[in-house]
C-alpha cells in the first residue's frame, strides 16, 4: 500500500491489507498543523534563528576582543620586563629600632593572619591553636555562635578585636593553603614603601591538579586567570578582584572602605570594588605562589562556580551606578570595571560559550537556512582556546576536553548569574567547598565511592541539553552532510558526563 497524503485528504495511509487508515478529518487536522509548522518556521522560528546567529557573532567578537586585548597586555608587560618589584618599591624591611638594636633583631610591622573556617573535618583547629600558643606564638582562637554574614562574618567579627589595633596589616589564607614561611617577609614590603597600595595578591598553585581530570580541567582555567586576567588588571589600572585568600591588605584600606560586608557570596570582589573607589590600588605579584587544593568532586566545584558566579552578578547589579559616581576613579578604570571586568568577562563570555555550543549549534542542524559563517564557527572559537590555553602548557593535549568541559559548566554559570541578577532564593546561598584534604591519602581514588541523594547524582538540565545535542547529532549524520554532528555528538557526551556525574571523585556523604 502507498504511504502518501493525499492532497484532497481523504486518507492518511492507503488502507490495504489490514493497514491503518485515518478519517478525512484526522488528514485534516494533520494537513494543518504541517501547514501551520511550515508558516511559524519560515515567518518566526527561521528569522529568531538568525537572529541569534547575529547576536553570537556580535558577542564571538567581544569574547575575542577581550582575549587578544587581556593577553597582549599580559605579553607587553613581560616583554617589557614590567613585573610588580619592577613597579613598586619592595626593598626588604629593615627598621631597627632601638630595642630591637639591643639584641640584633629587626622590627616587623604587626600583621593579623585571619584563616577564617567553618567545621574543617580534616582540622583539630582549637587543639592546634592551643599547641602553638604553649610554645610562645601570639595566635587566638575566636568562634561565633552563629554563621551570620558566612565568611563574611568571620572576617568581620575577627576585625573586631582587640588585637587589631597594632596590626597595620592583614593578611588572609583559607583553611586548604598552605604559604611559605617566607610569605610575609615577601608580600608586606610591598605594601610598607608604597602607601597607595591596599592589597598584595598573590597566585594559587595547586597541589592535587593531577587527581582526577576534573582537577586538570580547573588547573586550565585558574592557570589562565591568574597569568593573564589578574596580570592584566594589575598591570593597566592597579585593580582586579580579589581572590579572598592568599593576598595582604592594608588595614586603613579595609577600615575606609567599610569593612566586609555579606550582602552577596562575593565579599572579597565587594570590598576590592569598594576600595578601588576610593582611590586605593592594588599588585598582583605573580612570582609568590601559595599551594591550595582544588575541588575533587563535582558537588563541590559546582557550589563553588554557583557562588562564584551568582555574587558577582548580583554585586554588578548593586554597585553599578556606585562605580559610574564615583569620583575618585578615573573614566579609564570605571570603563575597565563594568565593560571588560563584569559584562565582556562574566556575562557576554558565559553566555555565548553555553548558547552558541550548546543551542545555536545543534538548531542550525534543525533549520539550516540559518547560516552560521565559516569563521564563526571555527576561527574564531579556536582563537579563543588557544588563547585560553596559554596558561597551562603541559595541558595542551587536553585541550578539546576542556573547552566541552568549559561549555557545560557555561551552562551553570549563566542560571547561577541569572538567579543573581533576579536575586532568586539560592543568591546568597553559601556551601562551603568541600576538599578531600588527607582523605585521598587514606582511600585510593579508584576506590573511593559515593551515595547521596538522587538530585546530588543527577543533574536533570545537562542530561536534558545532552539528549538534545544527541538528537541533533543523530539527525544531522543520516539526513544532512555537513558534518555538524561532529561538533555537536562530543558536547552531548561532556554533558551526559557532568549530567550522570561521571567526571571528578565521588566521596561518601558520611
Not at 493497514?19 to 529568531?48: C, D, H, M, Y
Not at 587578544?68 to 613581560?78: D, I, N, P, Q, R
Not at 620586563?81 to 619592595?90: E, V
Not at 595578591?201 to 581530570?213: E, Y
Request: glycine share 6%.
Amino acid at each position: 500500500g502507498g504511504h502518501a497524503l493525499r492532497a484532497t485528504g481523504e486518507v492518511f495511509f492507503r488502507a490495504s491489507d489490514g493497514q491503518l487508515s485515518f478519517s478525512p478529518a484526522i488528514a485534516a487536522v494533520v494537513e494543518w498543523w504541517l501547514r501551520t509548522w511550515g508558516k511559524v518556521r519560515v515567518e518566526l522560528v527561521v528569522p529568531l534563528t538568525s537572529a541569534a546567529v547575529l547576536l553570537c557573532m556580535a558577542m564571538s567578537v567581544i569574547v575575542l576582543a577581550e582575549k587578544v586585548f587581556l593577553g597582549t597586555v599580559s605579553s607587553v608587560m613581560k616583554l617589557l620586563r614590567r613585573r610588580p618589584w619592577q613597579t613598586y618599591r619592595c626593598d626588604p624591611i629593615a627598621r631597627p629600632d632601638e630595642e630591637a638594636a639591643a639584641d640584633g633583631s629587626e622590627a616587623y610591622p604587626m600583621v593579623l593572619v585571619q584563616i577564617p573556617m567553618y567545621n574543617e573535618k580534616e582540622e583539630l583547629v582549637k587543639s592546634e591553636c592551643e599547641r602553638w600558643a604553649a610554645e610562645g606564638i601570639n595566635i587566638k582562637y575566636e568562634t561565633r555562635k552563629d554563621r551570620a554574614g558566612y565568611k563574611a562574618g568571620n572576617l568581620k567579627e575577627g576585625m573586631r578585636h582587640a588585637y587589631l589595633r597594632g596590626c597595620e596589616f592583614v593578611a588572609m589564607f583559607d583553611a586548604d593553603f598552605q604559604p611559605a614561611p617566607d610569605f610575609l617577609v615577601k608580600t608586606v614590603p610591598f605594601l610598607v614603601h608604597n602607601p597607595t597600595l591596599a592589597l598584595v595578591q598573590t597566585r594559587w598553585k595547586f597541589v592535587n591538579a593531577n587527581d582526577c581530570l576534573l582537577t586538570r580541567m580547573q588547573e586550565m582555567s585558574m592557570d589562565y586567570h591568574f597569568k593573564v586576567e589578574q596580570e592584566a588588571g594589575s598591570s593597566l589600572c592597579n585593580f582586579f578582584g580579589y581572590n579572598g585568600t592568599a593576598g595582604v591588605w592594608r588595614t586603613q584600606a579595609i577600615v575606609e572602605s567599610g569593612g566586609w560586608e555579606d550582602r552577596t557570596t562575593a565579599e572579597d570582589m565587594d570590598l576590592a570594588l569598594r576600595a578601588s573607589l576610593l582611590g586605593w590600588e592594588f599588585v598582583y605579584v605573580g612570582s609568590i605562589k601559595v599551594k591550595s587544593e582544588l575541588p575533587s568532586t563535582l558537588k563541590a566545584y559546582r557550589s563553588q562556580q554557583h557562588r562564584w558566579s551568582c555574587g558577582p552578578a548580583l554585586l554588578f547589579k548593586k554597585m553599578f551606578w556606585e562605580i559610574l559616581a564615583a569620583k575618585k576613579v578615573s573614566v579609564w578604570k570605571k570603563f575597565y570595571m563594568i565593560y571588560d571586568f563584569f559584562i565582556a568577562r562574566r556575562i557576554v563570555g558565559t553566555f555565548f560559550t553555553f548558547f552558541f555550543f550548546s543551542i545555536l549549534i545543534p538548531l542550525n542542524i534543525l533549520f539550516p537556512e540559518a547560516q552560521i559563517p565559516l569563521w564563526e564557527l571555527i576561527y574564531i572559537p579556536t582563537a579563543i582556546t588557544l588563547l585560553n590555553s596559554v596558561g597551562t602548557p603541559r595541558s595542551i593535549h587536553l585541550i578539546i576536553l576542556w573547552v566541552l568541559f568549559e561549555n557545560v559548566m557555561a551552562l551553570h554559570r549563566f542560571k547561577a548569574i541569572l538567579i543573581g541578577f533576579f536575586e532568586a532564593d539560592r543568591a546568597n546561598e553559601w556551601i562551603v567547598t568541600q576538599k578531600l584534604g588527607n582523605l585521598q591519602k587514606l582511600k585510593t581514588i579508584a576506590s573511593v565511592t559515593g551515595s547521596g541523594r538522587f538530585k546530588d547524582r543527577f543533574h536533570c538540565l545537562e542530561i536534558f541539553i545532552g539528549l538534545f545535542l544527541l538528537v541533533s547529532a543523530f539527525f544531522d549524520f543520516l539526513y544532512r552532510d555537513d558534518y555538524f554532528y561532529l561538533f555537536v555528538l562530543p558536547q552531548s557526551i561532556m554533558y551526559f558526563a557532568i549530567g550522570f556525574q561521571f567526571i571528578g571523585l565521588s566521596v561518601s556523604e558520611d
